[in-house]
């Protein structure tokens, strides 16, 4: 298994387990953290799973896709490093990632 944190708004951390092929939002949503709402279920529609990666990370992952990067235009304020979390596939060299969640998902 492969250990995400979510660093929530107040500083909080939910730990979670994922699977490789596993999304971090399925990650997010399993583990409980509510500020991932997740509404469109992965479709990249809504916006309710952004989240940013610390710079670090974010160069490691793959680069966003076009549909992503467009919806992130609508989410509240938008970071350089923000992802939509329905979006990044975890795989194993994601172990002990830490994704943070914007005050603007609670």
Known sequence: MIKLTFVQADGSRIAALAEAGDTVMQAAVAAGVS???????????CGTCHCV???EW???????????????????DPQPNSRLSCQVTVD????????????SQI
């Open 58 to 76: 974010a160069k490691r992952l793959p680069a966003a896709a076009a549909d992503e990067v467009d919806m992130l235009e609508f989410v509240i």
């Open 35 to 45: 500020a991932i709402a997740a509404e469109c279920g992965g479709a990249c529609a």
């Open 53 to 55: 990666m610390t710079p």
């Open 92 to 103: 194993e060299l994601m172990d002990g990632i830490e994704i943070h969640v914007p005050e």
